[in-house]
């Protein structure tokens, strides 16, 4: 199993990122840019069509917490007025499960290609070599160029400022997809799954290799981008300011207001006469 994994999937990802690299005058860091902006854009349909079923999934919220309301001690009703909804609604709801697994071992093989590539030491140049292609412009680039701006991509960035780029990125993503919610705990669930994710990964990026932190950062951005042009703008991360709602006058206060404004009226006319 893990040779077929190697050969199909892992092998030709490492592989073509070095080369990737060469053809880029050794710079292992625009290397990872570039094959992490191409493996997005070959598997954006795959992105739009997840994008566009989670939000449809959304939609029906207000309508499943009505059926679960309904029909919560009845398991058996509520999965049939459950996918009764879905089939009027024209929804699978598998439609946001399945593209993620075909582009999970994608995403698996760029990560492991990425710390493959920045091999360190004897053994893991050693493991490396395992792996490379007989290409001239492979062997020949290893072992590769770590520097790229200010970091070393084999190590964690000193400065801290992957990490805050990775977490804030993955913040912005996931306010973009997330709906409000007006159930206490489901409104603190989801506010604290918000804020956990990104300092999750933003605690990763100062033990993981710098490059991997990159790729983490870029994939973030261009998930960004394809949520912005598909979901038709920032979704649910609002930067409005909201206004203040006016108050609700009582039955008391319009009748009031009713007779000030007849007795102003009315001296008006006097005044006029």
């Known amino acids: ?93 598998l439609g946001c499960i399945g593209p993620m697994l075909i582009q999970l071992p994608i995403w698996i093989a760029l990560y492991q290609s990425i710390i493959r590539a920045l091999a360190s030491t004897p053994e893991n140049l050693l493991d490396l070599s395992q792996h490379l292609y007989s290409w001239a412009v492979v062997t020949h680039a290893v072992p590769l160029n770590e520097q790229f701006l200010w970091l070393q991509l084999s190590k964690p ?17 996931q306010k973009m997809v997330t709906a409000p919610t007006t159930d206490p705990k489901q409104k603190s669930m989801t506010q604290m799954t918000t804020m956990m994710m990104p300092l999750m990964f933003g605690m990763f990026t100062l033990s993981f290799p710098s490059g991997l932190a990159l790729y983490w950062c870029i994939s973030n951005v261009i998930g960004i981008v394809i949520q912005y042009l598909v979901g038709g703008g920032w979704g649910y991360l609002s930067f409005s300011v909201a206004k203040p709602v006016p108050a609700k006058k009582t039955p008391a206060a319009e009748q009031q207001s009713k ?10 006319g006097f005044l006029k006469k």
């Open 1 to 93: 199993m893990a040779e077929l994994w190697n050969s199909i999937i892992l092998d030709p990802i490492l592989n073509s990122l070095i080369a990737l690299s060469t053809m880029l005058a050794e710079n292992f860091g625009m290397a990872i840019i570039v094959l992490t902006v191409v493996v997005r854009l070959a598997l954006f349909p795959l992105t739009a069509r997840q994008t566009k079923s989670t939000k449809a999934m959304q939609s029906l919220q207000p309508k499943l917490q009505e059926l679960q309301k309904k029909y919560g001690r009845n398991q058996q009703k509520l999965q049939q007025e459950t996918m009764k909804l879905y089939k009027e609604a024209g929804i699978n709801p």
């Open 157 to 173: 960035d000193p400065y801290l400022i992957l990490a805050i780029l990775v977490g804030g990125t993955m913040w912005v993503q």
């Open 259 to 268: 007779v000030v404004k007849k007795a102003y009226e009315k001296k008006k």
